[in-house]
């Protein structure tokens, strides 16, 4: 089998190996495409290599067919059109409280692990999410970026009519815009990419340069001055950070999806000021992952206007090269049997 390994920094080689069959309580996954995802692209700058055991085959975002079944292995047969959950929560314990999604001792699979940028993929039975017979694999491949985007919106607790601010216009942001949306939210994009910018107008959306335009005062007017019921803070920069308790309302939330690595100041008055609430949210659960197949079957998001590319997974180091020099594509997806 063809696999692809992370050798170190802007560095993978393609190469073969032997195609194991699955352990017990494992599954073997013939993987259809994979996607590329700024884990994986901070992975390739070498920002992660503290944690990644190298030689490594990374990848988690998904769509593949059960290939063979290990032992005690129930509820999967092959031919079965999967997606994996790539969390690893077998080390949860009482005081995680059972939220094992964010367990204290975590791992997750595509970095902690071997990952999908191969063409059969050995996982836990336990990560499995079975996928309608009849599902676009490419499309399934955006499960997990998408379930991001559900956990995201269910922990607002997002009302139908409810005015929503997200603050940046990347994959993640674009999807936690269109399940907002889909659930009734009026939902507005703030984003200084032209071509994103572009490409969510392309998709209906009120989208917001605030490099030209000031956000906070198009929202007071659009909202008659109610401002947001929600914000999503997708940027991960701190002028995201400095608006988004200026557009936020009276008793407005706030929900912190990008990842900020080191403390950032952020006004606090204001949470006193205006009664707001900031709400953390981590990747998902599994009720977010069945949310996000079902919204992928239904074909009511448009998602295909997310794939930039799809390319062989043995072109993975140009790939990732080209997502380095073309950073107005969206997601790029690897044919692993191709």
Known sequence: MLATFYQGKRSFIVSQKQNESPGKSEVRIKVAYTGVCGTDMHIFHGMMDQRVNMPMTIGHEMSG???????DVVGFTEGDKVVVR?????????????????CRDLKFIGIDSPGSMQQY?????FTLHKLPADIDMKLAA???????ACHDVRRAHLQKDEVVVVLGGGPIGLLVAMVARHYGGKVFIS????????????????????????LVSVIDKETDGFMADVVFEVAGAQPALD???EVAGIRGRIVMVAIHGQPKPINLFKFFWKELQLIGARVYERADYEEAIDLINSN??????????????????QVFESIDSNPEGMKVLLNCQE
């Not at 009511?300 to 180091?317: A, E, F, N, Y």
Request: with cysteine.
């Open 65 to 71: 067919t059960v290939d063979q079944v290990g032992a």
């Open 86 to 102: 790539p969390l690893d929560d077998r080390g949860a314990r009482p005081a995680d409280k059972g939220n094992n999604h964010i």
């Open 121 to 125: 993929w050995n996982v836990p039975a």
């Open 142 to 148: 955006l499960c997990e970026p998408l379930a991001v």
């Open 191 to 214: 984003e200084i990419n032209q071509s994103r910018i572009e490409l969510a107008e392309k998709m209906g959306f009120s989208v917001v340069n605030p490099l030209k335009t000031d």
């Open 243 to 245: 608006v988004m308790t």
């Open 300 to 317: 009511h998001l448009p998602l295909t206007k997310l794939i930039t590319d799809v390319q062989p997974l043995s072109r993975i180091q």
